[in-house]
């Protein structure tokens, strides 16, 4: 299986900074056929399932403010989240959609400092 | 309005059998991958596998393979997540949600992330 390691497990933001949630795969995820990372960001608060915030590393799902912006390739990978607002208080994951098991990351929580 | 629609928490015993559901509607539900996912409480997400309705196609984590089934009734739009003897490790959330359809890809490819979610259902097994 692709292993998918976060990084911090949890951090705090004040309200108007950015928030940086790390990932990192045991191996590559980039499918050199399309120069494409098939790597995805979720977001899940408490209660709620997770929601889909970011595909192929960096593209946001319809919807999804632009203050979530995610970069990164192959192996290492980073979520940021700009001027952070109280509702972003949430557990975030990584996922890999490169080889089947779709592994997830444990998770990061974010709160506001 | 796409959705997953899951049914609702169960309380079994071990060694009980049990089937829990997830309908889809607002899209073709045979042309997209149904996967499950698993939350023990308060712990992360862990992918257990995924189904292709149209085929019935199914695909388990290593770790699943054996210990769960997965189903759909086509004419009903609903995939189905079986135990057939359950442990108290099984005690978890359990989602479905929908591989979406990557730009240039057919949604059949079975490569997607996880686009529409099921509200989750809670299944605890004990004594």
């Known amino acids: 299986d692709v292993v998918m390691t976060q990084s911090p497990d949890s951090l705090a933001v004040s309200l108007g900074a950015r928030a940086t949630i790390n990932c990192k795969s045991s191996q590559s995820v980039l499918y050199s056929s399309n120069n494409k990372n098939y790597l995805a960001w979720y977001q899940q608060k408490p209660g709620q399932p997770p929601k889909l915030l970011i595909y192929w590393t960096s593209v946001r799902e319809s919807g999804i403010p632009d203050r979530f912006s995610g970069s990164g390739s192959e192996t290492d990978f980073t979520l940021t989240i700009n001027n952070l607002q109280a509702e972003d208080v949430a557990v975030y994951y990584c996922?890999?959609?490169?080889?089947?098991?779709?592994?997830f990351g444990q998770g990061t929580r974010l709160e506001i400092k | 309005e796409v959705q997953l629609v899951q049914s609702g928490a169960e309380v079994k015993k071990p060694g009980e059998s049990l089937t829990i559901s997830c309908k889809g509607s607002?899209?073709?539900?045979?042309?997209?991958?149904v996967a499950w996912v698993r939350q023990v409480p308060g712990k992360g997400l862990e992918w257990v596998g995924f189904i292709y309705p149209a085929s019935s196609d199914a695909r388990y984590r290593p770790s699943f393979q054996g210990q769960v089934t997965f189903s759909v009734d086509k004419s009903i739009n609903t995939a189905f997540l079986q135990w057939s003897s359950l442990e108290a490790s099984d005690t978890s959330i359990f989602y479905c949600?929908?591989?979406?359809?990557?730009?240039?890809?057919?949604?059949?490819?079975?490569?997607?992330?996880?686009?529409?979610w099921g509200q989750g259902t809670p299944v605890i097994v004990s004594s």
């Open positions: 996922q890999q959609f490169f080889r089947s098991p779709f592994t």
């Open positions: 949600a929908r591989l979406s359809q990557l730009p240039g890809y057919a949604s059949s490819s079975g490569l997607g992330a996880l686009d529409v």
């Open positions: 607002g899209y073709s539900f045979i042309d997209y991958w």
